[in-house]
């Protein structure tokens, strides 16, 4: 259970700081898809960063060995990532 606590507790908080910046609205996606308004791409670059700071700031304390994180499956990230974003696009949210 502990293995599945933390990342559940990050993606909460995660997804409430989305929701708190407004980033759910239907305006700021569209907006975003149109190339008129990059916030959302901002926040997600942002999160992105921090992110990969984190990870490497854990390694350096000795809580975390990158060699325990499994290689990506690129393809697969393709092909989900599209349908996630071809999804949203349609759907406008």
Known sequence: ?????????IGFFFALTLQKAGLGHYNKIVNQFRFKDNTVMKFMLTGISVGLVGIYLLQDLGALKIDQVSSTYILGNLIGGMIFGVGMALAGT
């Open 1 to 9: 259970m502990e293995t599945y606590g933390v990342p559940l507790l």
